[in-house]
């Protein structure tokens, strides 16, 4: 048998809640156990960073969606589609090491 915890809080705060709740599969339920669980192993309530109360809304600056595609585009190794015929016995490790040692030699 599980004890009933009941909670007063504001209609707009448990609405986005919820709403959080349900894209994470989760429930108010589960989120008052979590939280127990955190207070019992950390002695302390659960914080909010400055500057992070809706992080996972924000979106990135241009810089850094610019980083990222920099970062992807120097760790892709581009293939056409030939390269898939040419590949003997499907061994694409084989020839992803052949593309970057022809990288590594054109920069030296």
Do not use: C, F, H
Request: charged residues 25%; proline residues 6%.
């Amino acid at each position: 048998m599980s004890d009933l915890v009941s909670a007063r809080i504001a209609p707009e705060i448990r609405r986005q809640g919820n709403k959080v709740l349900a894209q994470l599969g989760s429930t108010p339920s589960e989120l008052i156990r979590s939280a127990y669980e955190y207070v019992i192993a950390k002695r302390q309530l659960p914080q909010v960073e400055p500057g992070e109360e809706n992080r996972s809304d924000a979106m990135p600056d241009a810089a850094s969606l610019d980083a990222l595609v920099a970062s992807i585009a120097q760790s892709t190794v581009g293939v056409p589609p030939s390269a898939w015929d040419a590949i003997d016995g499907g061994d694409y490790k084989a020839y992803i090491a052949a593309a970057r040692e022809a990288d590594y030699e054109a920069l030296a």
